[in-house]
């Protein structure tokens, strides 16, 4: 099983949709949670930090569920800027730091 | 912030040849990581740079086959040895801890490494 499982993708939507990324994490003892967003043939950059008690930013609503070791990333009113792939990242202590990424869910957002 | 620039930005290398990817960072930085990213896919932990000591390798990854080196806080290198087109990747390197505070991991633009 892999540490950080996202949906496979490609999630096709139109301008205006909402969308919702779902992430499981394996390793209970993670402590941090990211999602990160990818542009074709660029780096990563940090979208939004994950907390347990839920954050938003703009459009951007992040939730964390430690119980369920669950992480979801919900973008309103999508705009075609947003196309992008989507990466789930959790942080894990075992070993020393270490930051896992999954694989990634690449949003295509259509006028 | 911090930026982070790499050298090469891509390069073009025949089989057997090592290649040594320079990272630089503009402020100091708590931790530094190398990534590889192969087209399509997601990125992969290669190892953790150690100021002043020997990198720690994720499972696959050794020390003979990417050496890295980490002399000050804001600088590392990362060789690929005797290279095969399997070494064929998006090389990148990773720093954390820029701001107290902050857990936000900052990267580099990579290396385009082809291996003919």
């Known amino acids: 099983r892999k540490e950080v499982e996202q949906d496979p993708g490609p999630f096709n939507v139109p301008e205006g949709a909402t969308v919702a990324f779902n992430c499981t994490y394996s390793?209970?003892?993670?402590?941090?949670f990211f999602w990160y967003r990818q542009d074709c043939r660029k780096e990563p950059k940090l979208l939004m930090s994950?907390?347990?008690s839920g954050n938003e930013d703009g459009r951007f609503t992040a939730q964390l569920n430690r119980a369920s070791q669950y992480i979801s990333l919900l973008i309103r009113d999508s705009k075609l800027s947003d196309s992008a792939t989507y990466l789930c990242?959790?942080?894990?202590?075992?070993?020393?730091?270490?930051?896992?990424f999954g694989a990634g869910t690449r949003l295509f957002v259509k006028a | 912030s911090a930026v982070i620039s790499q050298k090469p930005s891509r390069d073009i290398c025949q089989r057997g040849t090592s290649l040594t990817i320079q990272c630089q960072v503009d402020?100091?930085?708590?931790?530094m990581f190398w990534y590889r990213q192969q087209p399509g896919q997601s990125l992969t932990l290669i190892a953790t740079a150690n100021q002043g000591s020997e990198a720690t390798y994720e499972s696959g990854f050794v020390i003979d086959k990417f050496p890295i080196s980490r002399p000050n806080l804001t600088f590392s290198t990362l060789t690929v040895s005797n290279m095969s087109p399997e070494d064929s990747s998006i090389y990148l390197c990773?720093?954390?801890?820029?701001?107290?505070?902050?857990?936000?991991?900052?990267f580099g633009p990579g290396t385009r490494l082809t291996v003919t």
């Open positions: 402020s100091q930085v708590t931790m």
């Open positions: 990242v959790v942080t894990s202590p075992t070993g020393g730091f270490k930051t896992i």
């Open positions: 994950v907390y347990s």
């Open positions: 990773s720093g954390y801890g820029a701001r107290q505070g902050s857990d936000e991991q900052y």
């Open positions: 390793n209970s003892a993670s402590q941090s």
